[in-house]
């Protein structure tokens, strides 16, 4: 077994290989950049080495780089963890050349499935089926468009080389077949340097079944079980599950043969993931193989009680699977929710700052949390924005549906925009209890899922007071404590008059809704009014912002964390944004530049898609920003004229950035 290993990745998953390698009494070093420096995988690692600037393809791409870092450590061997360079077949050769073990398959396999086009002819030669389509070389937009006409629309455009659903279009109709095949290869060659793609018939209603495969130098192969990734938003996987739902023994087995066979195909060695997608009535084709660790690993492990980097290390270092096929159970349900700092409201688009408060749901038996990040740490614009990876685990289905909603309720994050509260819809979604699975449950549910206008409830507003009261008495005591007299009356905040009882008022704000809460001192408790209605309240608070509360003799728990004017209310599993409002403080409010499209995070402009002076409908695109590895379209809020753009193609351009003068039609 190695004594040290380099993990030539980041965030959560390089946290996750060094848990297992300490577990096992092997060393680890972290290598990071500039960015990175203070990040929780440079922390929990033996030793790090600082490879680089932010910018991945100068710091974590760099081959060389990593290779020296290994070498200049005394490692014997690198993980790739996943993305970055795990499938990349040069940085496995540069590993064999100088005497660096790859963990993971040989080159020989990662070439095989590393392009999606090659992949399928080789699977066609196994037998395993595939979904129609075009997987040649002949690149020319003019005769891709031909070959998507002869499928049949809808079409899927997919990088050849991709993953995680980058570089990948669908197309409904001909005419939006240029358009968003030349959007696909500018995606696909930024994100993995190959604007190769290839064309495929779309599935209606499909879903997306992964099967887990592991090989060994032996000529052993299994495997281990399928996950169910149907739950998608732009073809990236949002819940995952384990078991598949609905999944008979006889489909298992023929889905777990053809994958195997798939593996076998290409002498796969180490953890690899075969995917399919799978018709409604139970027919399945291949999709691709990811000749890496999968992201949504951790159900596999869940539901078999194994240790699947354990296992890539074992093997990595000559030794034979540790089971065979016959002696692989499944045992339970998992899931798996990706938490995010992005916001659903705003099309998923992703946040930056810094945690100021996360306090994850306590870890044990039935929840597991893999992160990359603790309270104060940033949230950069310069990374995959995943917070942790919640997986939980029980004995059937609806009791671990149970355990995710009760692990997601006990999540507070605050500092950044997240997708808790969506993940807890989703899960809790009539379509998605009810196994009514497939990649486009989300589009179909999305009133469900994406409410309007919703105000909170008046609890809220009372929680939000009563949390300003208890701070304001706490901070009262403190200063009494530290001060010379601490008896003095003029440290008391019981609200205490002569002859009278004291009243006070305090506003919040919610969106453009301002709620006054009347505050009545009575003693050791308040009397709160806010919407006519009149509440005795008391409560706790603690150091981290939890409140036990007492309303009219019921009570319940709560967390309110403040943030500058912001108090995020954490109650009955939901949670609620309020801005405390300063009755003396009149200024207006902050609207942005008038007349100008501001960006809504930071990023590079990539492509202007107008031209300056036109009149433009409401709706139409007008440039396109990167950020985050990803393509945002900005389009016309209103029908009107485009003046001018702020930036040209290249710039990289600052949040709340004005990027374009833009002058709507007078009404």
């Known amino acids: 077994m190695f004594e040290k290993i380099l993990i030539a990745n980041r965030g959560e998953i390089a946290c996750r290989v060094i848990k297992t390698a300490r577990r096992m009494g092997i060393k680890t070093v972290a290598v990071y950049s500039e960015a990175d420096a203070n990040a929780r995988h440079v922390r929990l690692a033996d030793e790090a080495v600082l490879i680089g600037p932010a910018a991945v393809k100068e710091s974590y791409l760099v081959i060389d780089r990593i290779i020296a870092a290994a070498k200049q450590t005394g490692a014997q061997a690198i993980h790739p963890g996943y993305g970055f360079l795990s499938e990349n077949e040069d940085f496995c050769d540069a590993c064999e050349r100088e005497g660096l073990v790859f963990i993971g398959p040989p080159v020989s396999a990662i070439r095989a499935m590393g392009s999606k086009s090659e992949a399928k002819k080789l699977m066609e030669l196994a037998r395993v089926p595939l979904t129609p389509g075009y997987h040649g070389d002949n690149q020319e937009p003019a005769y891709l468009h031909e070959q998507a006409d002869k499928i049949g629309y809808p079409v899927l455009i997919k990088a050849a080389a991709g993953g995680g659903g980058k570089g990948m279009r669908l197309v409904e109709k001909s005419d ?128 078999t009680g194994l240790d699947l980097v354990e296992w890539q290390l074992r093997v990595a270092s000559g030794e034979p699977l540790p089971l065979a096929q016959e002696q692989l159970a499944i045992r339970g349900h998992a ?102 699975l497939d990649t486009g449950l989300i589009e179909r549910e999305k009133v469900y899922l994406f409410p309007e206008g919703e105000q909170p409830p008046a609890e809220v507003y009372l929680v939000a007071a009563l949390g300003e009261l208890l701070r304001e008495a706490a901070r009262a005591e403190d200063e009494a404590e530290r001060g010379t007299d601490p008896g003095s009356p003029w440290h008391a905040r019981d609200g205490w008059r002569l002859n009278a009882t004291a009243k006070r008022e305090l506003l919040f704000r919610f969106g453009e809704t301002q709620k006054s809460v009347q505050v009545a001192y009575r003693g050791d408790r308040y009397t709160l009014g806010v919407d006519g209605r009149s509440t005795e309240a008391r409560g706790q608070l603690d150091e981290r912002g939890g409140m036990r509360v007492e309303f009219d003799g019921m009570r319940m728990d709560a967390t309110v964390i403040v943030a500058g004017e912001k108090r995020h209310v954490f109650l009955h599993g939901r949670t609620w944004q309020l801005a405390n409002v300063d009755p003396l403080h009149h200024a207006g409010e902050g609207g942005g530049a008038e ?22 409908e409401k709706g139409a695109p007008l440039l396109i920003l990167e950020a985050m590895k990803m393509e945002h379209t900005i389009t016309a809020p209103a029908a009107g004229t485009l003046k001018a753009f702020r930036f040209a193609v290249g710039d990289q351009v600052g949040d709340g950035a004005e990027l374009v003068e833009f002058e709507p039609v007078k009404k």
């Open 176 to 303: 939006d077949f240029i358009a968003a095949l030349a959007s696909c290869k500018r995606e696909a060659a930024s994100s993995f340097g190959d604007e190769h793609v290839l064309v495929e018939k779309y599935i209606t209603r499909p879903r997306h079944i992964e099967i887990q495969v592991f090989g060994d130098t032996h000529g052993n192969c299994v495997y281990l079980f399928e996950r169910d990734c149907s739950v998608q938003r732009r073809h990236q996987k949002v819940l995952e599950e384990a078991p598949a739902p609905g999944m008979t023994p006889e489909r298992r087995a023929a889905m777990g043969t053809a994958a195997v066979e798939a593996a076998k195909a290409v002498g796969y060695v180490g953890a690899g993931t075969v995917e399919f997608i799978a018709n409604q009535d139970g027919s399945f084709y291949f999709m691709e193989m990811n000749t890496r660790l999968q992201v949504e690993h951790p159900v596999t492990e869940m539901i």
């Open 595 to 616: 007349g100008g499209l501001l960006a809504p995070m930071p990023g590079k402009v990539i492509a202007l898609l107008a031209e300056a002076g036109t009149k433009v």
């Open 335 to 436: 899931l798996e929710a990706r938490i995010y700092a992005e916001d659903p409201a705003k099309g998923f688009l992703p946040s930056t700052g810094k945690l100021v408060h996360l306090a994850p749901p306590a870890e044990g038996l039935h929840v597991r949390v893999d992160t990359g990040v603790e309270e104060g740490d940033e949230i950069s614009p310069f990374y995959d924005p995943m917070i942790a990876k919640l997986i939980v685990w029980d004995e059937n289905r609806d009791q671990a549906l149970a355990r995710m909603l009760q692990a997601l309720a006990d999540y507070r994050v605050v500092g950044v925009a997240n997708n808790i509260e969506f993940l807890s819809r989703l899960t809790n979604c009539p379509a998605f209890a009810g196994a009514d």
